[in-house]
């Protein structure tokens, strides 16, 4: 059964940091992926990860987020730092193309 469950996310005041879990389950997948949902807007891809590291990054977190994988975990990292009140959305986890079903996602808050 595939599984993925986000967590990490939280309110945090403009400049700070978090840093995004995402632990898979039920699949195995060469590349993994982030993504957020921001209110009224449509879901928009954030960053990818190759299995053995390489990584793409939307223009807008580009400098600012770094995605990271542990494969022996299972899991998908997103550290964000310098975060802007635009990053406010919620977080999700997926292969790139967002085949998978959805998980449930996780919170960002980023105001002061």
């Known amino acids: 059964q595939v599984q993925l469950v986000e967590s990490g996310g939280g309110l945090v005041q403009p400049g700070g940091s978090l840093r995004l879990s995402c632990a898979a389950s039920?699949?195995?997948?060469?590349?993994m992926g982030w993504f957020r949902q921001a209110p009224g807007k449509q879901r928009e891809w954030v960053a990818t990860?190759?299995?053995?590291?390489?990584?793409n990054y939307a223009d807008s977190v580009k400098g600012r987020f770094t995605i990271s994988r542990d494969n022996a975990k299972n899991t998908v990292y997103l550290q964000m730092n310098s975060l802007k009140p635009e990053d406010t959305a919620v977080y999700f986890c997926?292969?790139?193309?967002?085949?998978?079903?959805w998980g449930q996602g996780t919170q960002v808050t980023v105001s002061s």
């Open positions: 039920g699949f195995s997948s060469s590349s």
């Open positions: 997926n292969i790139p193309t967002g085949a998978l079903a």
């Open positions: 990860i190759s299995r053995f590291g390489s990584t």
